[in-house]
């Protein structure tokens, strides 16, 4: 691996480690679509890879942030994160049996409609703001 791939594999780690921190996002947001347009992965690739960042204690230190904050509702983490994981084991046997151009395109379209719907309720919260 060169020194280069490296330093793009760590500005993609701090990137999603910080917008993760700040606004509960980063592996799909983040790491799946660098791991494909910057460094050449497959989509597939990128999922498992971005996955199994996620098995890891990536983000102990926010959850202590927000824990000594009192912002965590523990019976709901608690409840998804079950579930997440017979999810996660779902959509995964459903992803790979399927073409890699619709993932990537479903998962485009998923973004977009998500980014379209935050955009406008941020524009609105000014709005009412003033």
């Known amino acids: 691996m060169s020194v280069q791939t490296i330093l793009i594999l760590v500005i993609i780690g701090v990137?999603?480690?910080?917008?993760?921190?700040?606004?509960g996002v980063g592996g799909g947001i983040i790491i799946v679509p660098a791991l494909v347009y910057v460094l050449g992965m497959s989509q597939f690739e990128?999922?498992?890879t971005s996955l199994f960042v996620l098995l890891l204690p990536v983000g102990i230190l926010a959850v202590v942030n927000y824990s000594k904050a009192q912002t965590i509702n523990w019976r709901f983490g608690l409840i998804?994160?079950?579930?997440?994981?017979?999810?996660?084991?779902?959509g995964s046997k459903i992803a790979l049996?399927?073409?890699?151009?619709?993932?990537?395109?479903?998962?485009?379209?998923?973004?977009a409609y998500v980014s379209i719907r935050m955009i406008m309720s941020g524009i609105n919260t000014f709005s009412d703001e003033f």
């Open 80 to 90: 998804i994160a079950v579930t997440f994981v017979v999810g996660g084991f779902v």
């Open 97 to 111: 049996k399927i073409n890699p151009a619709y993932v990537k395109l479903i998962f485009g379209v998923l973004m």
């Open 15 to 23: 990137s999603a480690g910080i917008l993760s921190g700040f606004v």
């Open 46 to 48: 990128a999922q498992g």
